[in-house]
């Protein structure tokens, strides 16, 4: 007959050893990474960014994708439009006066 101490002690060995053997069958495959790559990738919005100079009023951005577009200028608070014409996205806004850096943000 097993004393407590005993038992405890084997109760913990084999607590230990099912610990391990979850620890070293937990191995993702490709396809488990590939997904989560895709999920990430499908949560991560599509970024470009064009400088636009003094006397321009419009910046193409050339293969941008499909999706809700939001647009950033580091140094303009006009007004803007935002139109698609085939895998073109023009962003048309007044005559600059200063250079600007000029961000689209896809999702």
Known sequence: MMNLE???IRLENLVNALI????????????DI????QSVNEITPYKQTEKAYY??????????????VSVFFSNYT???????????LIVSFDTLSAPTDITISIL
């Open 34 to 37: 590939k997904g989560t790559r």
């Open 6 to 8: 005993e038992r405890i």
């Open 55 to 68: 006397g321009e009023s419009e910046k193409v951005f050339y293969d941008s994708p499909l999706g809700n």
């Open 20 to 31: 391990d053997q979850i620890n070293t069958e937990k191995k993702y495959t490709d396809a």
């Open 78 to 88: 006009g007004q803007y439009e935002v139109s698609r014409v085939d895998n073109r």
